[in-house]
């Protein structure tokens, strides 16, 4: 199984990437975790539907190529950041050929603060069912990000966090390899 990963934030040094980490880190035998970048794309425009950008044909196979998706986002002003947003719309396009569409996905989020990323999470839960992606609804995985539990270099340094985490990527797997079997029988 293959699984993408996408962080939600473009900052190289972005906690959520860190988290992405320990994330791809915590994989069982049999998947493969690869990061989807998509910070080349440029901003949506009908206008170059006609004529895909090599970036955005690029940023649509690397979807094609997983089975399922797993997006750790920051919240922003109460929402998703814009990039993802952009990058979510050009998945989407054209209409014919969504990307996303029955593309399990998974989603977690971090953040200093206590609620985590609760809100920007919901709005990607609605955009997310808006282009068919089945949504993986439990465990939901809010955390209030600190160096003590993430060092650096994908590290989980708290038993307690790195086993939350476990359950979450065990549920995530469970989820895209349900949805890809069912998707298979249809």
Request: hydrophobic fraction near 40%; aromatic fraction near 8%.
């Amino acid at each position: 199984m293959k699984i993408g990963y996408i962080v939600g934030s473009l900052s190289t040094s972005s906690i959520n990437r860190e988290v992405s980490l320990a994330v791809a880190g915590l994989a069982p035998d049999g998947v493969e975790f690869v990061e989807l970048p998509y910070y080349r794309l440029p901003l949506y425009s009908r206008d170059y539907e006609a004529d895909m950008p090599e970036a955005v044909l690029d940023w649509k196979a690397a979807l094609d190529s997983v089975d399922g998706i797993i997006i750790v986002t920051p919240e922003y002003n109460r929402s998703i950041p814009g990039g993802l947003k952009n990058a979510l719309d050009w998945a989407s396009r054209p209409s014919r050929h969504n990307s996303l569409d029955r593309k399990p996905v998974a989603i977690a989020g971090a953040a200093p603060g206590a609620i985590g990323t609760a809100v920007a999470q919901q709005h990607l839960r609605t955009i997310l069912a808006h282009l068919n992606a089945p949504t993986l609804a439990q465990p939901e995985v809010y955390l209030s990000f600190n160096r003590d539990t993430f060092p650096g270099g994908g590290v989980v340094a708290n038993e307690s966090t790195k086993a939350f985490l476990q359950r979450f990527v065990d549920a995530a797997v469970d989820h895209i390899a349900l949805c890809t079997r069912d998707h298979a029988t249809v």
